[in-house]
């Protein structure tokens, strides 16, 4: 199946940390940027992060940065989110996704494709 697969969320206590992992399945990552979004119960989706493909070049939503930090590892067709001094905020489904028309993080998306199925990502002492 040809997809995304997010892992490594998980209960943590305020101030703690979190990495999670997206991974390509059945395809490569090679020339994609690669978003990470969240969305917590009741609320609309976020974009929280980019890394594009060509530059490394990232993108962070206001509210992360400083706490967070994106990286690639092409080899092995993954992208990590470093989360950092995590706050009850933070709480929410994570995914990821592949930007399927850009290879460099734009301040808009192109379309996006190979959504992953979530990691459940919960913040509270």
């Known amino acids: 199946q040809v997809q995304l697969v997010e892992s490594g969320g998980g209960l943590v206590q305020p101030g703690g940390s979190l990495k999670l992992s997206c991974t390509a399945s059945?395809?490569?990552?090679?020339?994609?940027?690669i978003n990470w979004f969240r969305q917590a119960p009741g609320k609309e989706r976020e974009r929280v992060s980019c890394i594009s493909y060509s530059d490394g070049t990232t993108y962070y939503t206001d509210s992360v940065k400083g706490r967070f930090t994106i990286s690639r590892d092409n080899a092995k067709n993954t992208v990590y989110l470093q989360m950092n001094s995590l706050k009850p905020e933070d709480t929410a489904v994570y995914y990821c996704?592949?930007?399927?028309?850009?290879?460099?993080?734009?301040?808009?998306?192109?379309?996006?494709?190979?959504w992953g199925q979530g990691t459940q990502v919960t913040v509270s002492s």
């Open positions: 059945g395809f490569t990552l090679d020339y994609y940027s």
């Open positions: 996704a592949a930007d399927l028309e850009y290879s460099v993080c734009r301040t808009r998306t192109g379309t996006l494709g190979y």
